[in-house]
């Protein structure tokens, strides 16, 4: 069963406007939780995490919303940059699955236009 | 500083044969970690190492998989008797610590049984 999920495997976005990447899980026991950006032929890069007792983690043009009642964390984008067009893998921790072991989604692809 | 390297980048091997793959992590990280990555799918937990022994190995798919890591550095993720299915991206990956949080991850090794 996928515990994590990406729903849309891809997304494109017109250069300069808001990208929002979506993720849903539904082991209420996570109480951690990551975006990685990855290139080709390269691994994941860490982007931006949220703990379960925040709603919401800033860290310039990267937000990540989190809703615990919903089970579902959202990844914003603001402005868009062309650099910014790799695939994104939300992934979550903890609870029993333990907190050292991260359970990936199946990635979004996002593509920037000019 | 370096990051997490891998080698080799590419193995391509023959089914039945056995392979070796390799993990340098970053320096003083004693957390070290390896995941699996299919065609179109976020990477899947295999095991993970505080120190030098395994403290999470519930992610090997079966018996024919097995890693080790003697001395709390370099580790090394073996497959004997390859099969057409174990065609994937090994990823390895390093933390300061395994009590959760950002783990660093290493470009991969693409394995291809034939």
């Known amino acids: 069963d996928q515990q994590v999920k990406q729903n849309s495997p891809s997304l494109s976005v017109q250069e300069g406007r808001i990208s929002i990447l979506n993720c849903d899980y539904t082991?209420?026991?996570?109480?951690?939780f990551l975006w990685y950006k990855k290139y080709p032929a390269e691994g994941p890069t860490f982007l931006i995490s949220i703990s379960s007792i925040k709603d919401k983690n800033e860290d310039g043009r990267f937000t990540v919303f989190l809703n615990k009642s919903a089970k579902h964390l959202s990844l914003h984008i603001v402005p868009s940059q062309p650099g910014d067009s790799a695939v994104y893998f939300c992934a979550a921790s903890g609870g029993a699955w333990g907190a050292q072991k991260l359970v990936f989604g199946q990635g979004t692809r996002l593509t920037i236009n000019p | 500083g370096a990051g997490v390297s891998q080698t080799p980048s590419n193995k391509v091997t023959e089914k039945g044969k056995y392979v070796e793959l390799r993990c340098d992590p970053i320096?003083?990280?004693?957390?070290l970690y390896w995941y699996r990555q299919s065609l179109g799918q976020g990477p899947e937990f295999l095991i993970y190492?505080?120190?030098?022994?395994?403290?999470?190995d519930s992610g090997l798919p079966n018996d024919r998989f097995f890693a080790v890591r003697p001395e709390g550095s370099v580790s090394t993720l073996k497959i004997q008797r390859t099969e057409r299915g174990d065609s994937a991206v090994y990823l390895c990956?390093?933390?300061?610590?395994?009590?959760?949080?950002?783990?660093?991850f290493g470009p991969g090794t693409r394995l291809t049984v034939l």
């Open positions: 082991n209420s026991m996570f109480d951690y």
């Open positions: 320096s003083g990280h004693t957390a």
């Open positions: 190492f505080q120190g030098t022994g395994a403290a999470d």
């Open positions: 990956a390093s933390s300061l610590t395994a009590g959760g949080g950002e783990q660093f």
